[in-house]
């Protein structure tokens, strides 16, 4: 899988970060809306940890404390 860095944001992100956003999202394209529904598939609004990864990507890129 070649994986372009093409936001702002993805910047931040290493390459295996992004193989991660990639294989999580339902659809294999990396977007924050996918990995917001993510978080709240994961339960995170509710205060449940979920998946580390996606938990540290989130905080890296600024979407959570």
Do not use: Y
Request: with cysteine; hydrophobic share 40%.
């Amino acid at each position: 899988m070649k994986i372009k860095r093409t936001a702002k944001w993805m910047e931040k992100l290493t390459m295996k970060e992004l193989k991660h956003l990639a294989e999580t999202s339902g659809n294999g394209k990396i977007t924050i809306k996918a990995l917001k529904a993510n978080r709240v598939l994961q339960g995170a609004p509710q205060g449940e940890e979920g998946c580390w990864d996606c938990m540290l990507i989130a905080r890296k890129i600024g979407l959570e404390k």
